[in-house]
């Protein structure tokens, strides 16, 4: 078996999914879903509960209007939404641990990953993208797969110090070298597996190469430039440093200029301060 086949039967066989989340997908697709049933699916997962509402509250919907009830909240999110969010926060318990190979501390990826969700909606608010929750799920979920390549970067750590050291590509193309396949790849998959929207696989598959995608290019662009926002601020950067591809022409695409942005990262800075609280 090769390297590769290696990695792919492990992301193939982890994480899986989680049962609550397997529940949910039989509801996705029916129109008169009955949020009752989801309520008491999810009231079981007090975990969960507390997570939905003070997600809804603080994230989602900036705390404009208080939603105290579990089932008010679930209406407002409506399915897919939920789904996104089960799975998200299953996610978020794998961003937190620290991944050696990667040189990145307990919490570090969990906090580069909620700077890419909060600055990607903050920038699809300046569009008026109408996708605000997916944006911010997508940024939530776009380096999934560092968790899953990580145990692999750790394994041959010295031969990847010496490729980066001696070579000026950037870092996902030293892991397709080293691993035959990027984080990116790594983390579309699994993501794929999970059956999620092809939005929320593209973007976890483009996040670093935002001029290859063929669909749902706009959302792509604005995770990469979220993504370089949150890496800017030294957020997550791990062994990485800032040996990213970095698509200026990504600004352009959206239809942003650099004002904008700067004015994202000074918002997502205070917005962070905030949700430090809460996340603490
Ligand atoms: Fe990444
Ligand atoms: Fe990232």
């Not at 070579?167 to 996902?172: D, M, Q, T, Y």
């Not at 995770?223 to 200026?248: C, E, K």
């Amino acid at each position: 078996m090769s390297y590769l086949e290696i990695i792919e039967r492990h992301i193939d066989n982890f994480p899986e999914m989680p049962a609550l989340s397997r529940n949910l997908l039989v509801y996705l697709d029916d129109p008169n879903v009955d949020f009752g049933v989801i309520r008491d699916m999810v009231q079981y997962d007090p975990g969960l509960t507390a997570n939905v509402l003070r997600l809804v509250n603080s994230v989602y919907f900036g705390s404009v209007q208080e939603v105290s009830s579990l089932q008010a909240a679930l209406v407002r999110l409506g399915t897919k939404r939920i789904l996104e969010l089960v799975l998200s926060l299953t996610a978020s318990s794998r961003l937190v641990s620290s991944l050696p190979g990667y040189g990145l501390q307990a919490n570090e990826l969990l906090k580069h990953s909620i700077w890419t969700a909060v600055a990607a909606r903050e920038l699809a608010r300046l569009l008026d993208m109408k996708e605000e929750e997916t944006v911010f799920t997508v940024g939530l979920l776009h380096d999934l797969g560092i968790v899953i390549l990580d145990p692999f970067i750790q394994e041959r750590r010295l031969e990847f110090n010496t490729l980066s050291n001696s070579r000026s590509e950037s870092f996902e193309q030293i892991e397709k070298m080293l691993l035959g396949m990027d984080h990116a790849s790594a983390g579309s998959r699994i993501l794929q597996n999970w059956k999620l929207s092809p939005e929320i696989v593209a973007v976890a598959r483009w996040h670093h190469e935002p001029n290859q995608a063929t669909e749902y290019k706009e959302l792509v662009h604005l995770v990469h430039l979220a993504d370089m926002l949150s890496l800017s601020q030294g957020i997550g950067t791990g062994i990485y440093g800032l040996r990213f591809n970095v698509f200026p022409e990504s600004i352009k695409a959206v239809g942003l200029t650099k004002k904008h942005l700067e004015y994202t990262a000074s918002k997502t800075l205070d917005k962070m301060r905030e949700l430090e609280t809460i996340l603490s």
